[in-house]
């Protein structure tokens, strides 16, 4: 057994003996959860919501639709105005240490100390949490070499660009072995290639940890790439909260994707298709509803004489969906609502007292 595969084995003894939760616990239960602000602005409106142990879980919404607002409470940077939260079982507002102690949190803001080194930010979690040093540093080398660190690890952060800061904070949040990992917008501002990489790490530790995880994201093929399940939240209530393939399922219609093997100048005349269109001279997007044939596509591409090298999927499919069932809601006028909704949010929010300078970090043990 590799040193870091002891001190992950040591930190989830260390929380198991205080758990009494059974497999069948949900990860997180919300359960009426309301939030109004003291101006009067209601950004959650008696939200339910239950996440089972290992999943990873997408929660979506427009900007202002209440996600800020509901991963503050579970992170206890501002009191809830009704309801309940358990994790793992253990009620927030009753047990905070203890239902923190399964806590991980990344959120959107940096909120570390830049002029600590990136292996010290790590041991002084560690640290929050009674995890001795023997332990963590073995832990702290397996998140920094996973997650392409280790180079930097007596580095200061200030030194770091944003992709490497971003990183550094879910490396933060796992030192104490979380059983239930919240990530919003953990990949903002990353370029592909690297958000890609990162979402084989959260993988992995969904899989090989068991570690349940909630993402927020703006990136909607994240989302379908990544989670099995999804909410939808907006203007404070969740819309809709099901399998993603049951989501999908629903889908009017979907774009496909023709690498050519020759440059097209020009697109045919296509039958009994949504769209045609070149995206460059070796590109092909066609649409198609669910009644139409992709055999028949095919067929007619070769009446054309067009040779198709690969074909793949268009990662546009939740985002059609995500707009669809916001819409259905609100109808004319709903982009205006949203960006009201943002706003008075924001405004809320700001106006809250800044637990921040009395938290080091979300999700930090109390």
């Not at 005349?269 to 509803?289: C, G, H, P, Q, Y």
Request: charged content about 20%; overall charge neutral; aromatic content about 6%.
């Amino acid at each position: 057994m590799t040193n870091s595969q002891s001190a992950s084995l040591q930190i989830a003894s260390s929380q198991n003996t205080n758990s009494h939760a059974t497999q069948h616990t949900p990860a997180l239960q919300i359960k009426g959860l309301k939030k109004t602000y003291a101006n009067g602005f209601t950004a959650l409106k008696g939200v339910d919501l239950t996440v089972p142990q290992g999943e990873f879980f997408a929660l979506l919404g427009a900007n202002g639709a209440g996600k800020s607002t509901m991963i503050g409470i579970i992170s206890s940077l501002f009191p809830m105005s009704s309801g309940s939260v358990e994790i793992f079982g253990v009620d927030l507002q009753k047990q905070p240490s203890r239902a923190k102690e399964f806590l991980g949190v990344v959120p959107q803001e940096f909120n570390f100390n830049q002029f600590e080194k990136c292996q010290d930010i790590l041991l002084t979690q560690a640290g929050y949490y009674g995890i001795k040093k023997s332990v963590a540093l073995p832990r702290a080398q397996f998140l920094l070499e996973s997650l392409g660190l280790w180079e930097k690890r007596h580095t200061k952060a200030r030194s770091l660009s944003g992709g490497m800061k971003r990183r550094l904070m879910i490396a933060r949040a796992l030192m104490h072995r979380p059983k239930l990992l919240i990530l919003d917008e953990p990949t903002a501002g990353v370029d592909i290639e690297l958000r890609r990489s990162m979402w084989e790490f959260m993988q992995k530790i969904n899989q090989e940890e068991g570690t349940t995880i909630i993402l927020t994201t703006h990136y909607l093929e994240e989302a379908e790439q990544l989670c099995k399940r999804i909410a939808i939240l907006n203007h404070g209530e969740i819309l809709i909260n099901t399998e993603m393939k049951t989501l999908l399922g629903q889908l009017s219609r979907e774009t496909f994707v023709f690498d050519l093997a020759q440059p097209l100048a020009s697109v045919p005349l296509f039958e009994r298709v949504v769209k045609a269109a070149l995206s460059d001279d070796r590109t092909l997007e066609i649409t198609l509803n669910n009644t139409q044939n992709l055999n028949d596509v095919f067929a007619q591409l070769n009446a054309h004489g067009i040779l198709v090298q690969s074909m793949r999927g268009k990662a546009n499919r939740l985002e059609e969906l995500f707009m669809g069932v916001v819409d259905s809601h609100f109808g004319d006028g709903s982009m205006a609502d949203i960006a009201e909704q943002q706003s008075a949010e924001q405004r809320s929010t700001k106006q809250q007292p800044d637990n921040h300078s009395q938290a080091k970090s979300a999700g930090e043990k109390a």
